[in-house]
């Protein structure tokens, strides 16, 4: 689609957007009992940036997460600003269901984003770099280095930097560049001595090169302004008036119709391209800019007054990231190796664990990063691509790593000539390009790659391995709620489950079955599967619930999802709460349910935890009347996952396990866990208590090893 194509009339279906709501159908509870979602994951990254701001934490992972907000942010104006601003133009957007135009939700969310950017810098300038100063880490400007250093700098430029760079002027025969979204770039005035006339210039910062050139050990100067200091190299005999640093935020999101799989592929490869000219949503600079450029920016990019954001440079802080990675322990977490899961390690010997062994005596619930990822699943991949008695692979692959050894065992395994299927979904937003390259490689070594189902998203984290064994086939398959990443892995809160239940293995064949071919079953015996019936099944387990209380037999929900939007599980949760059944909810993003609203949500509490990992993972648990039973999955409580996506929730079949998860969410509601907690008017406040949840599944996962 080209630029010009994005004021077109379109259909809502184009769309990342929740559908209309009704609020006249359900007359029986208040019409503002919705908040916003989009003001709801603004509050969300402002408790990223309290994370920043929190001097509890070690020094280094504070930076780390002031860089994070900004990559947040970043993805946020890139999607979700983006497609309202799109919506608005093509006339399809309406107002949500917390009752506000779409006009009101913009003007909102660009007001609250930008009071937190002025918060951010204010946190890197006031807070985070006089702390890191204190510790022999010094981020400074060019005219604070010592005359060597300048001199050690200017050596490096010469040599590393200014080959690569391209200054390009504006004059009549020189039209405005186009600049490229999230680019640091210098807007420079310049004037001819001879003639005394001005001229602008634009140089971008290449983002090849480490942001930060470190000068003497422990002391830094941003990129920009080394370039800024030897700008007479790039425009000699010129006479530089004034240099600002500016950065622009583009519509980054795509819209693809889909066919057959091989269209698909060709027109999201030329979609990827479109990508890269998608139309300004922000623009970022810095506070002293010349109203003059200024001008000239706003009117060349084409955008408005009220997205442009004044900043106190340096822009751009997700570089931080270079100064979170210094080796500086002391600064750090403390360094933590996740361990084999203990009902793994009891099958090792010398050689890595028999996991098929493992899994015949009992299912394995593997918790991750505090269990390994690469002694359970992936290390379940590659034994399933090794051994000669496995006859086929099934797999989907939602967003892997780089280097991902999943990949290479499942091109081994095809190359032995294993039957092996792998579902790639190639529209996993900003991981397109890496998945397109995956199912190429995976077709080039035999394997059988498929794209799903056409106008769905296949969200879900499966596997299925089918093997010989002397008393026949057996299957086993694990479900997980993250992506098959093992560097992500580690970073990410999930769950995995190993097993070879047979009415699982059942189940997942089936769904296999239907998403590569032709096939039209869609009941199951032990998964709830989206779209075709997630949604309802969790309705169901609620309405059980409020039965539950009432015949005055054991009741309770507890749910622990990223986001929490669905109207009708949010009203569902509602009438569970009126009726007296005590919910407890640990959203980690998103969450447009008002808690704590008398007569309405009164027994509804909604906490939020963040902390050195990513809470990623989705568990859903009922008190069954005394006999609990979780669920667990890939599915989040938005109308995207439970519509638009194929999700799946497996039903755990251990009473063990189903104990231990719903253990898992009573701690982290517990009050001496620190958390964030929702009040009904949308506020997040911060309760610190006497524990930190992930330091004690830390210290307990050691403890474990140590046995």
């Known amino acids: 689609?080209?630029?010009?194509?994005?004021?077109?009339?379109?259909?809502?279906?184009?769309?990342?957007?929740?559908?209309?709501?009704?609020?006249?159908?359900?007359?029986?509870?208040?019409?503002?009992?919705?908040?916003?979602?989009?003001?709801?994951?603004?509050?969300?990254?402002?408790?990223?940036?309290?994370?920043?701001?929190?001097?509890?934490?070690?020094?280094?992972?504070?930076?780390?997460?002031?860089?994070?907000?900004?990559?947040?942010l970043d993805e946020f104006f890139m999607v979700r600003i983006a497609g309202l601003k799109r919506r608005i133009a093509a006339g399809v957007a309406v107002p949500s269901a917390s009752g506000l135009n779409p006009r009101d939700v913009l003007s909102r969310s660009l007001a609250a984003s930008q009071e937190l950017m002025v918060a951010h810098a204010e946190t890197y300038h006031g807070e985070l770099v006089p702390a890191l100063a204190a510790e022999g880490i010094e981020l400074l400007h060019w005219d604070s280095l010592r005359p060597t250093e300048q001199e050690q700098i200017s050596a490096l430029y010469r040599d590393r930097v200014f080959p690569i760079l391209t200054p390009l002027a504006v004059d009549p025969a020189h039209p405005f560049p186009y600049i490229s979204g999230l680019s640091l770039n210098l807007a420079l005035v310049m004037r001819n001595p001879d003639t005394g006339k001005d001229h602008f210039a634009r140089v971008k910062v290449p983002p090849i090169i480490n942001r930060w050139m470190q000068a003497d050990p422990g002391r830094f100067v941003p990129l920009e302004e080394v370039i800024a200091a030897h700008l007479d190299l790039l425009f000699p005999g010129m006479e530089l008036i004034a240099h600002h640093a500016?950065?622009?935020?583009?519509?980054?999101?795509?819209?693809?119709?889909?066919?057959?799989?091989?269209?698909?592929?060709?027109?999201?490869e030329k979609e990827l391209l479109r990508r890269k000219f998608g139309p300004p949503v922000r623009l970022e600079v810095e506070e002293s800019i010349d109203p003059g450029v200024l001008d000239l920016l706003v009117s060349e990019l084409g955008i408005r007054v009220d997205e442009v954001v004044r900043l106190r440079g340096p822009l751009d802080l997700r570089s931080l990231n270079e100064i979170a990675d210094l080796d500086r322990p002391e600064l750090s977490y403390d360094r933590f190796v996740p361990g084999t899961h203990e009902h793994l390690a009891e099958v090792e010997t010398s050689k890595p664990a028999d996991l098929f062994s493992a899994l015949r005596k009992r299912d394995v619930l593997v918790h991750h990063p505090y269990d390994s990822f690469a002694t359970s699943v992936q290390r379940f991949i590659e034994q399933a691509a090794a051994d000669p008695h496995v006859l086929a692979i099934k797999q989907t692959l939602y967003r892997t790593s780089g280097d991902s050894p999943i990949i290479d065992s499942l091109v081994d395994a095809a190359r032995a000539g294993k039957q092996v299927l792998v579902l790639v979904?190639?529209?996993?937003?900003?991981?397109?390009?890496?998945?397109?390259?995956?199912?190429?490689?995976?077709e080039r070594a035999g394997c059988h790659v498929v794209y799903g189902l056409v106008g769905l998203k296949t969200h879900c984290k499966l596997a299925l391995v089918v093997?010989?064994?002397?008393?026949?086939?057996?299957?086993?398959?694990?479900?997980g709620t993250g992506n098959y990443n093992p560097k992500t892995a580690r970073l990410y809160e999930d769950f995995g489950l190993l097993t070879a239940d047979p009415d699982i293995s059942h189940d997942l064949t089936d769904l296999f079955n239907n998403l590569s071919g032709f096939a039209q079953d869609f009941s199951y015996r032990r998964l709830m599967v989206a779209p075709a019936g997630l949604r309802d099944g969790i309705l169901e387990r609620i309405d059980t619930e409020i039965a539950h209380h009432a015949a005055g037999r054991p009741s309770g929900i507890r749910l622990k999802v990223n986001s929490l939007v669905d109207e009708a599980v949010i009203d569902k949760l509602y009438e569970a709460s009126r009726a007296g059944v005590q919910v407890d909810l640990i959203i980690r993003g998103i969450c447009t349910l008002r808690p704590g609203v008398p007569g309405l949500s009164e027994n509804i509490r909604v906490h939020s935890i963040l902390g050195r990992f990513l809470e990623h993972s989705r568990v859903y648990w009922f008190a069954g009347g005394g006999e609990p039973?979780?669920?667990?999955?890939?599915?989040?409580?938005?109308?995207?996952?439970?519509?638009?996506?194929?999700?799946?929730?497996?039903?755990?079949?251990?009473?063990?396990?189903?104990?231990?998860?719903?253990?898992?969410?009573?701690?982290?509601?517990?009050?001496?866990?620190?958390?964030?907690?929702?009040?009904?008017?949308?506020?997040?406040?911060?309760?610190?208590?006497?524990?930190?949840?992930?330091?004690?599944?830390?210290?307990?996962?050691?403890?474990?090893?140590s046995r």
Do not use: C
Request: aromatic share 6%; no cysteine.
């Open 1 to 72: 689609m080209a630029v010009a194509d994005l004021e077109a009339p379109a259909s809502p279906d184009e769309f990342d957007v929740d559908p209309p709501f009704d609020p006249a159908e359900s007359p029986a509870l208040p019409h503002d009992r919705f908040l916003d979602r989009e003001l709801s994951w603004i509050a969300f990254n402002a408790r990223v940036l309290e994370l920043a701001q929190d001097d509890t934490l070690p020094l280094l992972e504070r930076v780390r997460f002031a860089a994070i907000f900004a990559s947040n």
């Open 246 to 268: 500016f950065r622009v935020t583009r519509n980054e999101d795509l819209e693809v119709e889909e066919d057959d799989a091989e269209n698909l592929l060709k027109a999201l």
């Open 467 to 479: 093997r010989d064994e002397p008393d026949g086939l057996r299957r086993y398959a694990h479900i």
């Open 425 to 442: 979904e190639i529209k996993a937003r900003f991981d397109e390009q890496a998945n397109i390259r995956w199912a190429r490689k995976l």
């Open 629 to 705: 039973e979780a669920w667990m999955g890939s599915a989040d409580l938005m109308h995207r996952n439970l519509d638009r996506r194929v999700e799946v929730l497996v039903r755990v079949p251990s009473a063990a396990h189903t104990e231990q998860l719903g253990d898992l969410l009573a701690r982290s509601v517990d009050p001496e866990t620190t958390s964030w907690h929702l009040g009904p008017d949308g506020q997040w406040d911060r309760h610190v208590g006497s524990s930190d949840l992930q330091s004690v599944l830390i210290d307990r996962a050691k403890a474990r090893r």
